[in-house]
């Protein structure tokens, strides 16, 4: 299947954002409209990070076991996932790239490595699903970014 790209552009430094996106469990915040019931393991930031979060959808549970991969502080972030029962291993890759003022270009991939054969089937609608999803957790990702207390004691 063709990956999943999602983007989003914030205020933010570059640094600030990459600092946020390297802790693996602060994932949870911005992605629990459809992965519940995290679980972190290993070192809290940077590659070996791992999660165990459940896959919100109807029907029997869908575990996913995910696993920072690589890291090139403060521009990517790799993590990959393995769910299905094994069928389905992906990649996302997180990239951030510096804009003038000050801002950040947030730009998130999905891409399937395996996939069980009923999502290969549906693919259109699988890529959907998983766009709409990962272009909701880019936009609360930036509102989390925007409430974050600076170092002053103030507020962004």
Known sequence: ??????????????????ELLDVLGAHEAFTDHFLVDWDTSGPRSGVGARARMRVKRPGPPDWLDMEVIAAEPPRTNVEESV???????????????????????ISFELAWLEAPLSERLAAPLTRWVVRRNNDRSLRRLAEQLGARPRTDGGVR
């Open 83 to 105: 769910s299905a029962k094994g069928r389905r291993r992906t990649r996302g890759t997180y990239v951030l790239d510096e804009l003038p003022g000050g801002r950040t270009r």
């Open 1 to 18: 299947m063709k990956p999943v790209r999602s983007t989003i552009t914030v205020p933010q430094p570059r640094g600030q954002v990459y």
